[in-house]
């Protein structure tokens, strides 16, 4: 299978893909240099200069995301409005994946930007715009995805290697967090995921060269491999959904690195097989 380099946009972080089916376009962000890029096939790439840390798209236009302090709305002309900080007393987090479940909420985790303690949070944001937290202790929170019926999140620590799964009720309530899966450290770092329409979990490998799909029992069934050390996340595109997107990260490679993967902090694209599914919308 083969994986091409659509954008050598050398992010530094590289981060959130996600597909607007309403533009045909990929959106995803640096989030060390506070960039947003956008990729639409025959189209230029254009970037933008945005402090975001995810993003989703919302139903009545623009987007929802994640920051650096706090959860923000993205108007479709790109102006940006805080809509609340969840975490004022601790300066040193910031948001870092997120995701909208089947129900139109939208989910995002927090970190301690330096990676050193475990103040990283689960948080659900519902339609109102109002927030909850719903877990909490985590390193470096990434995913989350969702089961095709919406009624499985996963989520992940990826400093710890360890991706859980939980029971998701229709209300938005969390409950039975359990290892999914665990990882070794020749495996690299279980980074951003996604769900493909036969219920199966891609995850993107930081430092593991690849990007693997395992089955709703956590079965490994495929690993595809990517010419870059440090692929962060990938999520489904294209006008058939039958397109992997896969985001990178150049940062702390050496030099040496850097000559043996150019396109370190690029944008991939290949062709797995499968297609994933629809993007939902924010509902707020």
Same mark, same amino acid.
């Given at each position: ?143 989350? @995805? #969702? ?10 620590? /990826? !400093? $710890? *290697?360890?991706?859980?799964?939980? %029971? &998701? ?65 990938? @999520? #489904? ?10 985001? /990178? !990260? $150049? *940062?702390?490679?050496?030099?040496? %690195? &850097? ?26």
């Amino acid at each position: 299978m083969s994986v091409e380099c659509v954008a050598a946009v050398r992010a530094t972080l590289g981060e959130g893909p996600v597909w607007v089916a309403r533009e045909q376009a990929l959106y995803w962000v640096d989030i060390v240099e506070r960039r947003l890029f956008r990729w639409s096939q025959g189209e230029a790439l254009r970037t933008f200069e945005l402090g975001l840390c995810s993003l989703a798209p919302r139903a009545g236009g623009g987007f929802i995301g994640g920051g650096h302090e706090g959860f923000l709305a993205i108007a479709p002309d790109l102006t940006v409005t805080p809509l609340g900080d969840p975490e004022p007393d601790l300066p040193h987090n910031r948001f870092n994946d997120g995701k909208v479940d089947r129900e139109g909420r939208f989910w995002a985790g927090t970190m301690d930007r330096f990676e050193r303690e475990p103040s990283g949070k689960l948080y659900r944001l519902d339609p109102d715009l109002s927030w909850t937290q719903v877990d909490s202790g985590y390193l470096v929170t990434n995913g989350p @995805a #969702f089961s095709n019926d919406g009624r499985t999140m996963y989520h992940t620590d /990826s !400093a $710890r *290697r360890r991706v859980y799964a939980f %029971d &998701l009720a229709p209300d938005g309530t969390a409950a039975n967090r359990r290892v999914f899966a665990e990882f070794g450290e020749a495996d690299g770092y279980p980074d951003g995921m996604t769900v493909d329409a036969e219920d199966c979990v891609w995850i993107a490998f930081w430092d593991g060269w690849c990007v693997r799909r395992l089955s709703a029992k956590a079965e490994r069934l495929a690993e595809l491999r990517v010419p870059v050390q440090r692929p962060t996340s990938c @999520a #489904f595109g294209g006008p058939d959904l039958d397109r992997l997107f896969i985001t /990178s !990260a $150049r *940062r702390d490679l050496t030099p040496e %690195d &850097l000559e043996r993967q150019p396109d370190a902090g690029g944008l991939f694209m290949a062709v797995p097989g499968v297609s994933g599914m629809p993007e939902p919308l924010f509902a707020g």
